[in-house]
């Protein structure tokens, strides 16, 4: 029987405690259920426990069981084999619903039941698999272990070459020297270069080789063989098999007795040397986060007491005031209160040009300030703020696992095991139909098979492209929120953008204000103003600020209501005033008639009308233009350019969203759609064209954003809309978009890239490592061109995938 205690939410009642209990113990092998309304947690006992079917069923009931999310550093990783079982062992852990490992990171994300568990406990498992693990520390200094794993590496290499040369020179020497040959035999004689050559293997392979044998050995036994394991297993047949033929050549079948100690050398020093290359090139893949976490100054200049104290980012309050003197980092977020200078938010937002800020404007930690001096107030502090939140936006997407991983793992799944039955069966054929005496080459054939066919490529393949991918597209400003929206952003074809605040600036302003007969403009528009008061809608604003630069004086409206995408309404000196579109006067049983004419050629010029009844009668048209976004235009063109359809969701009426449409060149427009119907719209044009990704800024616009294939959320828009977002624009620039796709498509096809060497380097070369080519007059690859080449298929995956540090955004390189 085991027993499982986790935090639960949703708890008021006695009755809560009732429905989540019988939840719980109508779930399959459950045998007892026990609820405690005081500290929230729910108590289960069950011969089979399983914490997925426990959070679905709580999920239904209404009373969802709390989740937590770890991060931890995992070593002692070699292969992909090693992932699966490391990610096998934490899945294993009670409470644990999910575990996913970066290879190329070295780190794993855990997704368990709160207080089912504990962050130490989940690395334990790990641990007790044989891959430490120890969880992160949030705000701790940036290590960067890599480098000194890159150092330990150097040492072992060098060390195993010093062993490894004289082996070397003396066996492959003498075959392509013959005087050296001679002299050596003339010399020394046969049986003390074999005995040198078996000290000298010995020291390396107990030395610097040792790691491969503590790990590969221990796995073999477990029935679980990875990376190690190969190398260990061929290394030693060819170091005993050498052994054997020094000491008790008797013990072999006559004329079989060589010595293989330069292989097992070789094979070390080459394979060793590939690990230092890989952890060097592996250092280099999280080298944005690295800097993105470096970004944060580790003190601040904080005014107390009337006093400028100088204390650590760790002691800084919400609520402080800050100094900053010209070409420091912001250490926190915050308002200006006093002060003026440019701010280079490059690095958080990716726009190159410095931005200005004065009194009230918004500064965030790790922009780097200009010439002059700035006062703000600090508002979000630690992992409240943007950059905080951006590395961890980052750290989430590059531990994610992308669709095309699950494949690559079924096959590594096996993979170890089906390689080492193939060099089972080469010793056999060879030693059965292999030229006389057989038993040396089979075991060369055998040992060459598994030291070509280790799985390293396969492991690093997708990881190092995402690592690497995601790190650069944080830089040019782009967040992927979820590590698989970079394989779904590929395969979208429509790009559906909101409009307001998305493809224009969101600031509309008053251009046309045409009254009904009997009415007076100034009077109207104060009214008109007096009503949007209340409202925080942009054209509310936009209305607002019209009467206040004509000086008019606002009365006080009583009695608001807003319909949300319509208008609104509200009693202002005794009349009752409504302003909204066309819909809205339908449903107020407004007549419009007289005033259509004019609102729609208004539409026609782009503008967006709105109609204003006094007390049931229509009073006036107005009109309201909202300004193209700078760069908005050449954005929908690049889209366009790279295949992609594109569409405009918008409440406007038609002949307005239609007439902006023609402006910017887009190819399909929903009009006069509610927010409501965002979604509704979102789904035609799914059906209609394919996959959707959407672009929006807005709270209006969250439901898309989630219910789209992609929800793209404007990062200067509100969070609720970037919570529901996959990927998030840490600027207003909707050329982000046209960045978003070019790194998701890169990023794919970098990985595309790895996968087809990585598998075609095994297809290729383990038929001849086995021999196949030699019965008909081709090569047979040795042990140690086989330990080179796999070498460098991790090497040059690796290296691939490091070209996407050169990522440029598309529009950028126009412009150059």
């Not at 070699?78 to 990610?87: D, P, Y």
Request: proline content about 5%.
């Amino acid at each position: 029987m085991q027993t499982l205690t986790f935090q639960i939410d949703g708890l008021n009642c006695a009755g809560c405690v009732s429905r989540a209990e019988k939840a719980l113990a109508a779930t399959e092998g459950v045998r007892n259920a026990h609820v405690n309304l005081a500290d929230e947690t729910a108590r289960v006992e069950a011969e089979a426990l399983s914490a997925d079917k426990l959070v679905s069923a709580l999920q239904a009931a209404g009373y969802p069981a709390r989740e937590a999310s770890v991060t931890m550093d995992v070593s002692g990783m070699s292969c992909a084999g090693c992932v699966r079982r490391a990610e096998a062992a934490l899945s294993a852990g009670q409470g644990v619903l999910e575990a996913a490992i970066n290879f190329a990171a070295e780190t794993a994300t855990v997704r368990y039941l709160e207080g089912s568990v504990t962050p130490s406990q989940i690395a334990a498992l790990s641990t007790k698999a044989g891959y430490p693990a120890r969880p992160q520390q949030s705000g701790a200094p940036v290590v960067d272990r890599k480098a000194d794993e890159a150092a330990k590496l150097r040492r072992d290499v060098l060390v195993a070459a010093v062993l490894a040369f004289p082996v070397f020179c003396v066996e492959m020497g003498g075959h392509l020297v013959p005087p050296f040959h001679h002299w050596l035999m003339g010399t020394f004689g046969v049986t003390q270069l074999h005995v040198m050559q078996f000290i000298l293997t010995t020291l390396l392979l107990i030395g610097p080789g040792r790691q491969f044998y503590v790990k590969g050995f221990p796995a073999l036994l477990k029935g679980a063989p990875e990376m190690n394991s190969l190398v260990a297993v061929g290394t030693s047949a060819a170091y005993l098999f050498s052994v054997v033929s020094t000491f008790a050549p008797q013990l072999l079948p006559v004329g079989a007795a060589h010595v293989y100690f330069e292989a097992a050398a070789v094979i070390v020093v080459l394979i060793l040397s590939g690990r230092w290359m890989e952890a060097r090139a592996k250092g280099r893949t999280g080298e944005a986060i690295r800097q993105l976490i470096g970004l944060q100054p580790r003190v601040a200049r904080v005014e107390r007491k009337g006093e400028i104290t100088e204390l650590s980012i760790e002691e800084v309050a919400s609520g402080d005031v800050l100094h900053l003197r010209p070409g420091e980092r912001v250490a926190v977020d915050g308002r200006v209160l006093d002060g003026q200078s440019y701010v280079d938010e490059s690095m958080i937002s990716g726009e190159p040009v410095p931005v200005l800020k004065t009194a009230d404007a918004q500064v965030v930690a790790g922009t780097i300030n200009g010439q002059g001096s700035l006062r703000f107030e600090a508002e979000k502090i630690g992992a409240e703020t943007m950059l905080a939140q951006i590395i961890a936006m980052v750290r989430e997407a590059q531990g994610t696992k992308l669709p095309i991983q699950a494949r690559v793992d079924k096959i590594t799944a096996i993979f170890v095991p089906a390689v080492m039955s193939v060099a089972c069966l080469t010793f056999l054929v060879w030693l059965v139909l292999g030229p006389q005496p057989s038993f040396g080459p089979a075991v060369v054939a055998a040992v060459a098979v598994l030291i070509i066919a280790c799985p390293c490529a396969m492991g690093l393949a997708t990881p190092t492209s995402i690592m690497v991918g995601t790190g650069r597209a944080a830089q040019l400003g782009v967040l992927f929120r979820k590590g698989d929206a970079l394989q779904s952003l590929r395969d979208c074809q429509v790009v559906a953008f909101d409009k307001t605040g998305t493809l224009t600036k969101g600031a509309p302003a008053l251009t046309d204000l045409q009254v009904a007969e009997g009415f007076d403009e100034a009077l109207v528009l104060t009214a008109v103003a007096a009503v949007e008061a209340h409202s925080e809608h942009p054209v509310a604003r936009a209305l607002m600020l019209a009467a206040q630069e004509r000086g008019l004086t606002l009365p006080q409206a009583s009695g608001f209501h807003a319909e949300i995408g319509m208008g609104a309404a509200a009693t202002v000196a005794g009349q009752q005033v409504h302003v909204g579109a066309t819909r809205y006067m339908v449903a107020c049983d407004v007549a419009v008639a007289a005033l259509a004419p004019q609102a729609d050629r208004l539409a026609e010029a782009g503008k967006t009308p709105i109609f204003v009844a006094i007390d049931g009668v229509l009073a006036a048209v107005m009109a309201v233009a909202d300004p193209v976004k700078d760069g908005a235009q050449a954005a929908v063109a690049a889209l366009r350019d790279q295949g992609l359809k594109v569409a405009m969701i918008s409440g406007d009426r038609a002949q307005t969203a239609q007439a902006l449409a023609k402006t910017l060149g887009v190819d399909h427009v929903v009009a006069d759609v509610l927010p409501a119907g965002k979604v509704d719209a979102l789904e035609t044009l799914r059906a209609e064209f394919g996959a959707v990704a959407f672009v929006g800024d807005g709270i209006n616009d969250a439901p898309a954003l989630a219910a789209a294939d992609v929800g793209i959320a404007i990062g200067t828009g509100t969070d609720v809309a970037i919570e529901s977002a996959d990927v998030v624009l840490m600027s207003g620039d909707v050329s982000g978009v046209v960045t978003a796709f070019d790194c998701s498509r890169q990023v794919i096809r970098n990985i595309g890239q790895n996968l087809f060497w990585a598998f075609g380097y095994n297809v290729a070369l383990i038929p001849v490592a086995a021999g196949v080519l030699v019965p008909f007059g081709g090569p047979a690859l040795s042990p140690m061109l086989g330990a080179g080449a796999m070498a460098l298929s991790s090497v040059f995956v690796l290296s691939n995938a490091l070209r996407l540090r050169r990522i440029q955004p598309p529009l950028w390189k126009k412009d150059v």
